[in-house]
């Protein structure tokens, strides 16, 4: 029967996601083509094999303030691709928002060849770069 189908009930739904507890905000974001350039123009860069990461103080006074921007060229791939390694990376963010520096802007910048299909194969390529950030 078509009308037999399961329906989603609000009792099946993650409390967390329901709370906002999971959620990436829109002022944790990067949107205007200024602020990606006063990044890329004021920032300090760490490479990692097949991106960059590119920090600068933000001037926002709030200590948890860290904002990301993420950008994926055309070469990298088609768009199911490009969307899949910036969700990836949006996600490694919002986990791990501790690791990034605090009060500052961070832009992610992807380059052609970047091959990463999972969560724990990004955890492994942005851990070193991450520790390098950190003791510089």
Do not use: W
Not at 25 to 46: A, C, D, I, S, T
Not at 78 to 97: D, Y
Request: aromatic letters at 8%.
């Amino acid at each position: 029967d078509l009308h037999s189908f399961p329906t989603r009930r609000s009792s099946d739904l993650n409390l967390y996601a329901v709370a906002g507890v999971c959620s990436f905000p829109r002022r944790m974001r990067l949107h205007l083509n200024r602020e990606f350039q006063r990044v890329y123009h004021e920032g300090k860069r760490r490479h990692g094999q097949g991106f960059s990461l590119i920090f600068a103080p933000n001037g926002s006074g709030d200590e948890a303030g860290r904002r990301l921007g993420i950008s994926v060229r055309k070469k990298t791939g088609n768009a199911v691709r490009r969307n899949r390694i910036k969700r990836l990376f949006r996600e490694f963010f919002r986990l791990h928002q501790a690791r990034f520096p605090k009060a500052s802007d961070i832009v992610i910048t992807v380059r052609p060849g970047f091959v990463c299909d999972s969560l724990a194969a990004l955890d492994a390529a942005m851990t070193p770069v991450l520790r390098r950030q950190v003791s510089a």
